[in-house]
Nanobody, 111 residues
Framework: VQLVESGGGLVQPGGSLTLSCAAS????????MSWYRQAPGKERELVARIPGVGGSANYADSVKGRFTISRDNSKNTVDLQMNSLKPEDMAVYYC?????WGQGTQVTVSS
């Protein structure tokens, strides 16, 4: 299993950013995919999860209405569209699937 995140960077408060995770090594369409984040000094937390087949995505309360998770089963990718970013969204964001983690991508929200 390999998960490779991309798309992190520096964005101003109120701005937008899209993270992408490229997955390989497993039958992508069968598995839930998740985005987690970890801010300095805090525990890693679930941001959003999207099921493999059917069902609805679910989100942390802190990001509902601002973030959207989506997947492309033809490309084995899962994206996290982040809008109206706040300083408290600043963290390392990780892609997760079947007990495997990506290397993480830094999101910095600052003016």
């Amino acid at each position: 299993v390999q998960l490779v995140e991309s798309g992190g960077g520096l964005v101003q408060p109120g701005g937008s950013l899209t993270l992408s995770c490229a997955a390989s090594g497993f039958t992508f369409r069968r598995y839930d995919m998740s985005w987690y984040r970890q801010a300095p000094g805090k525990e890693r937390e679930l941001v959003a999860r999207i099921p493999g087949v059917g069902g609805s995505a679910n989100y942390a309360d802190s990001v509902k209405g601002r973030f959207t998770i989506s997947r492309d089963n033809s490309k084995n990718t899962v994206d996290l569209q982040m809008n109206s970013l706040k300083p408290e969204d600043m963290a390392v964001y990780y892609c997760h699937a079947i007990a495997h983690w990506g290397q993480g991508t830094q999101v910095t929200v600052s003016s």
